[in-house]
């Protein structure tokens, strides 16, 4: 694949957003958000914020808020209920959805399976917007060349039957599984590729019994959110739009500060006392649905 940012009206938005860094900390022992269960919590918070006429832009992850996580990501398919409630919701003129995944692009579409919706794959490096226009974050030949020695020492260290984990290839990034490792082994090994990862330049990030092997590069889904709106809605958006987020994974929690005080977002967890940057917190899948059936049936 030949690196590039097609489109040069991403250009201007593309190198302001990389200036933007995270510079809040989550800050331990601080008030956590409201955990969301039910259709009637959900109804009491967006009832406040939206009106029928509103225009919103619903943005979400995939793995874990529009699908289950399975012990194999093949195995993820979007949970019928939010499919339905999304084929409806791209029908209306005064909403827009996007979808922001760590998965690659490809991947995603084909398992969303929605025309009418924007897609973001690989934690925001690729966009597709529905008028076909398209923004590829630049990747160097280094870190690509890099990104493939990796996956070989990867799969030659540690995919064995001994230890069956598998690496999974995003073409610009990596993701180690380490879920059906014997526990005891698990703690050694994670310290182990992380650091085998940082030497080759990479950022080791936690995942779901993972780890995401993402390129050194200033990006985030975080940034895609914002490239996205701002495409879209042009600057000023937060003045004119309610938007909403929803993620169930560290790599959401970028979207969660970057827009803070711009947006509603949702972390789906299971603890109800983690730690996040979101405006609450919920517990699952089924909740996520709850939120979009909200807006199937109070929304025009
Ligand atoms: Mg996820």
Redesign the pocket.
């Known amino acids: 694949m030949n690196p590039c940012v097609k489109c040069e009206l991403f250009t201007a938005v593309f190198i302001s957003l990389v200036c933007l860094t995270i510079q809040s900390p989550l800050i331990v022992g601080t008030t956590q958000p409201e955990y969301l269960i039910t259709r009637d919590d959900i109804h009491a918070v967006l009832s406040k914020i939206i009106k029928p006429d509103d225009s919103i832009a619903l943005l979400s992850?995939?793995?874990?808020?529009l699908g289950r996580?399975c012990p194999n990501p093949v195995l993820t398919a979007i949970e019928p209920a939010a499919k339905d409630a999304l084929e409806q919701l791209v029908k209306r003129s005064n909403i827009f959805t996007g979808i922001i995944?760590?998965r690659p692009m490809a991947d995603l579409r084909k398992r969303v399976g929605i025309d009418n919706c924007t897609y973001s794959g690989n934690h925001g490096m690729e966009i597709v917007f529905t008028n076909k226009t398209e923004f590829h974050y630049p990747i160097t030949t280094e870190m690509y060349a890099n990104c493939t020695k990796l996956k070989s020492i990867l799969m030659a260290k540690y995919v064995t039957n001994a230890a069956p984990a598998w690496v999974e290839d995003k073409n610009i990034s990596l993701v180690f599984h380490y879920r059906f490792v014997p526990e005891h082994l698990q703690e050694a090994m994670i310290a182990d590729v992380s650091e085998l990862v940082r030497k080759y330049g990479y950022n080791p990030v936690p995942a779901?019994a993972a780890i995401e092997i993402k390129p050194p590069v200033v990006w985030s889904k975080g940034h895609a959110a914002l490239l996205i709106l701002n495409e879209i809605y042009g600057s000023g958006w937060e003045k004119n739009i309610r938007v909403i987020y929803m993620?169930?994974?560290t790599?959401?929690e970028d979207v969660m500060e970057m827009l803070k005080g711009k947006a509603t977002t949702f972390r789906?967890t299971d603890n109800p006392g983690l730690e996040t940057h979101a405006t609450y917190r919920m517990q699952s899948v089924d909740t996520a649905v709850f939120v979009l059936d909200w807006l199937v049936n109070n929304t025009n």
């Not at 992850?61 to 808020?65: H, K, Y």
């Open positions: 992850d995939f793995d874990g808020t996580i995944s760590g779901h993620g169930d994974d790599s959401d789906i």
